[in-house]
């Protein structure tokens, strides 16, 4: 965990093993509120985002990563939320959201939430797969 993207940066930026993404979207998005953009490092999760950025050959945008306590619970997320350590949103736009999850699967994403709008990805030691509010019948075709 680091306490800021700069921090993260010069302590990472040598190694930074990952082309597609960048600390700053991995950081927290409180904006200054509550933290000075929190990191948090875990390279395994890394390793199975950029499998995934470069199975499915499109930009992934991610909307949420790392999230200070404060922040979680000023969006609304859940307490023992994965985005406390690390998880991702992936936002549905030019993805095939069927494909995009098929291949999150494949490449060994435990937690996987289904949105509208997003693909929420983490790693969890009890694999589990839920929709949220609205969602289910979009993710049924
Ligand atoms: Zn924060």
Redesign the pocket.
């Known amino acids: 965990m680091f306490r800021s993207v700069s921090a993260a940066k010069s302590a990472l930026g040598d190694t930074w093993a990952w082309p597609n993404f960048q600390i700053s979207e991995l950081?927290?998005?409180?904006?200054?509120?509550?933290?000075?953009?929190?990191y948090w490092h875990a390279p395994g999760f890394l390793n199975r985002l950029q499998a995934l950025r470069d199975s499915c050959g499109q930009a992934l945008i991610i909307t949420s990563a790392?999230?200070?306590?404060?922040?979680?619970a000023a969006v609304g997320g859940a307490p023992m939320s994965r985005h406390k350590t690390i998880a991702v949103d992936i936002l549905l736009s030019r993805q095939e959201r069927q494909q995009l999850r098929m291949l999150a699967e494949a490449i060994g994403f435990t937690g996987i939430g289904l949105a509208r709008r997003f693909l929420h990805l983490d790693l969890r030691p009890r694999p589990a797969v839920w929709y949220y509010p609205g969602s289910f019948d979009l993710w049924q075709t």
């Open positions: 950081a927290c998005r409180c904006g200054g509120r509550f933290c000075d953009g929190a790392h999230r200070c306590p404060q922040w979680n």
